[in-house]
């Protein structure tokens, strides 16, 4: 058994069925990660399935409830790569019951980027999460 630690991530996107927007989330912390930009997310919890995990994660951090759809699946059975440590499953997203993202906990700003160009390129992210982006632009275009 590998011994990554398991992280989840969520590219939100504004429609499931047609994704145009992606919400992308500037961390405040801890300081070697503040100001970085990322999909919101986090580590998943013994006992707890990567998809209850990342469902928790998206209620604690932006308040609102998901539904997810797809995995935007990775080399490793555990996702991506993040660091010789971390791997990281990332899901599409909607969300769910018109609810409104705010930045509650870890991150300092929200955005809603065209995933029309490649705007969500030119932000600051953790370096690891950019394999990520390119192939989520090229599964939506
Ligand atoms: N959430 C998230 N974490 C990422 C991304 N890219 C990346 O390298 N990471 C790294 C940063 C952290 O080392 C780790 C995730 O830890 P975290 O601090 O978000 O997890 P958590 O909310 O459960 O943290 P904790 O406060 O319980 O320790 O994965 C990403 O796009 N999203």
């Known amino acids: ?16 069925a047609a994704p145009s927007r992606l919400l992308v989330a500037r961390r405040s912390a801890p300081p070697s990660l503040a100001g970085m930009w990322e999909f919101p ?20 951090e932006l308040g609102v409830a998901v539904t997810l759809g797809s995995e935007l699946e990775g080399p490793l059975e555990q996702g991506w790569q993040l660091n010789p440590g971390a ?26 980027l065209s995933l029309e160009t490649e705007e969500v390129l030119e932000l ?17 275009s």
């Open 1 to 16: 058994m590998s011994n990554l630690k398991q992280i989840v991530g969520a590219a939100i996107v504004d429609s499931l």
């Open 87 to 112: 791997a990281m499953r990332v899901w599409f997203a909607e969300i769910a019951d018109e609810g409104v993202p705010e930045p509650l906990e870890d991150h300092d700003e929200l955005r809603w």
């Open 124 to 140: 600051d992210w953790i370096p690891a999460d950019y394999p990520i982006l390119r192939e989520l632009l090229r599964r939506v």
């Open 41 to 60: 997310g986090g580590k998943v919890e013994p006992g707890e399935t990567c998809e209850a995990g990342l469902e928790r994660e998206i209620r604690e």
